[in-house]
């Protein structure tokens, strides 16, 4: 049976740093958008605050419903394990590379600067946890390393930042 309450707990801090993968959610009017993640991309820095670094190469659509005030879930399931499933019902600020707290946040993470978008730090009003019992148990692998090849390739080549610029604002269905 699911529990909500208003924060992480400590259990909860502990159960997401150990993932390797999760799930974000956002949704601003438009059609809701679902992305995984990956990487050491995610950090909880209290109890009702997580940051995660936004890396081009998607559509960027989640930054798109934070500017429009929409909401965001991000949703941690144990593939290894006891069964578990944590959901994090969040309001997003989209911090970008000139932002004060940008440079603090940043170096909680072991990252290029130069290959991500920004860092999006998430405010949770609630946390949902549940039993989990219908994911299968999976074997974690290793990262796949598609994604960051592309970047330094576009940042060796000069075009990374004119990538993310033209890829800042995901075009809306009517547009297609």
């Known amino acids: 049976m699911g529990k909500q309450y208003k924060e ?17 959610a956002s949704s601003s009017g438009q059609e809701v958008n679902l992305s995984p993640r990956g990487f050491d991309s995610a950090k909880v820095i209290d109890k009702n605050t997580m940051l995660f670094l936004d890396y081009p ?12 005030g929409g909401e ?5 399931n ?6 578990q499933i944590v959901r994090l019902f969040c309001k997003g600020v989209l911090i970008e ?17 130069n290959l991500i978008r920004r860092i999006v730090e998430l405010n949770i009003y609630a946390v949902e946890s549940s039993c989990g019992m219908g ?3 999976m074997q974690y692998q290793k990262q ?4 960051q090849k592309w970047m330094v390739s576009m940042q060796e080549k000069g075009e990374l930042q004119e990538y993310i610029e033209v890829h800042e604002v995901p075009p809306k269905l009517e547009d297609l």
């Open 97 to 113: 590379k000139e932002d004060a707290k940008f440079d603090a946040y940043f170096k909680l993470f072991d990252a290029d600067k």
């Open 8 to 24: 992480l707990t400590p259990e909860n801090i502990v159960f997401i740093n150990e993932q390797h993968l999760f799930y974000i």
């Open 78 to 83: 144990a593939f290894s394990g006891p069964a």
């Open 72 to 76: 965001v879930t991000v949703v941690f």
């Open 144 to 147: 796949r390393t598609g994604l």
């Open 135 to 137: 994911v299968p148990k």
């Open 57 to 68: 190469g998607s559509g960027n659509r989640t930054a798109r419903d934070i500017r429009a």
